[in-house]
T-cell receptor
Framework: GAVVSQHPSWVICKSGTSVKIECRSL??????MFWYRQFPKQSLMLMAT?????????EQGVEKDKFLINHASLTLSTLTVTSAHPEDSSFYIC???????????FGSGTRLTVV | QQPVQSPQAVILREGEDAVINCSSS?????VHWYRQKHGEAPVFLMI?????EQKGHEKISASFNEKKQQSSLYLTASQLSYSGTYFC???????????FGTGTLLAVQP
């Protein structure tokens, strides 16, 4: 089955620093990947759509200069949280479509804690 | 605007049935269903691609009413492993963007 690997699983960083999260499709090519954020006891909120070889498309209210997305290859998308603050602490999850009709495959998620 | 799910939470005894509803204010292109365990990523359950479609796997099934912009997930003879938060997800048009519903917390007790 399709597998999406996300790394790291968790990270604790100091306020003001930047954090990079990687999302890789291991056994399929993903021209499009999606990044979600989930706060405790809430639903997953789509942050942005990552397109291979082009700029990401951000959802309304998401700061593109704060959440930098790079999709340099067909198997790798990265999300960098720049100048992180405690309110950025959340569960970040990436996903990709492995094939029409098969739903979306999710990475295992990254729990970010900013102290 | 995200789809609204009902109920928000439900507690079942093992072996009981449950229905989770998903309703959208906008036209639906397809409906996905996922289950998420605490601290983990969502796991794909099934996708319904067209109105009138019904689909099932073992004791979990779903239906999609395109005209009413609704979908329902049916859990029959629930098991302890069914516990988790269930999300519907909808795609709008052909954008491939998956928008998650508000979620339904399901707890199955022995």
């Amino acid at each position: 089955g399709a597998v999406v690997s996300q790394h790291p699983s968790w990270v604790i960083c100091k306020s003001g620093t930047s954090v990079k999260i990687e999302c890789r499709s291991l056994d399929f090519q993903a021209t499009t990947m999606f990044w979600y954020r989930q706060f405790p006891k809430q639903s997953l909120m789509l942050m942005a759509t990552s397109n291979e070889g082009s700029k990401a498309t951000y959802e309304q209210g998401v700061e593109k200069d704060k959440f930098l997305i790079n999709h340099a290859s067909l198997t790798l998308s990265t999300l960098t949280v720049t100048s992180a603050h405690p309110e950025d602490s959340s569960f970040y999850i990436c996903s990709a479509i492995s094939g029409r009709g098969y739903g979306y495959t999710f990475g295992s998620g990254t729990r970010l804690t900013v102290v | 605007q995200q789809p609204v799910q009902s109920p928000q939470a439900v507690i079942l005894r093992e072996g009981e049935d449950a229905v989770i509803n998903c309703s959208s204010s906008k036209a639906l292109y397809s409906v996905h269903w996922y289950r998420q365990k605490h601290g983990e990523a969502p796991v794909f359950l099934m996708i319904l691609l067209k109105g009138g479609e019904q689909k099932g796997h073992e004791k979990i099934s779903a239906s999609f009413n395109e005209k009413k912009q609704q979908s329902s997930l049916y859990l029959t003879a629930s098991q302890l492993s069914y516990s988790g938060t269930y999300f519907c997800g909808t795609e709008r048009g052909a954008t491939n963007k998956l928008i998650f519903g508000t979620g339904t917390l399901l707890a199955v007790q022995p």
